[in-house]
Nanobody, 120 residues
């Protein structure tokens, strides 16, 4: 399984970004995907995941109500729509497979990461 993230960038607080995670080696409907982020000097934290099969979603409190995880079967891609961005959302964002938890150690496959910087 290979994962490639894109969509990061520099935005002002309050704006939106959508991150993409293109999957190869597995079908998006058959694999659970998690989104993680790591800010400088901090540990990697899980923020959202989507299950295989029925696509159940989960969000951690810091992003609940602002971020939306979704998947596109035709593009074999998982998205993370990020609205109302805050400076504290600044981090490198990673997608990973294949677990429904938000514990990084339970994931076997990782993308290379994409930088998101939110200015105040």
């Amino acid at each position: 399984v290979q994962l490639v993230e894109s969509g990061g960038g520099l935005v002002q607080a309050g704006r939106s970004l959508t991150l993409s995670c293109v999957i190869s080696g597995a079908l998006v409907d058959d694999i659970a995907i998690g989104w993680f982020r790591q800010a400088p000097g901090k540990e990697r934290e899980g923020i959202s995941c989507i299950s295989s099969g029925d696509g159940s979603t989960y969000y951690e409190d810091p992003v609940k109500g602002r971020f939306t995880i979704s998947r596109d079967h035709a593009k074999n891609t998982v998205y993370l729509q990020m609205n109302s961005l805050k400076p504290e959302d600044t981090a490198v964002y990673y997608c990973a497979a294949d677990s429904i938890s938000l514990l990084p150690d339970l994931y076997d496959y990782w993308g290379q990461g994409t930088q998101v910087t939110v200015s105040s």
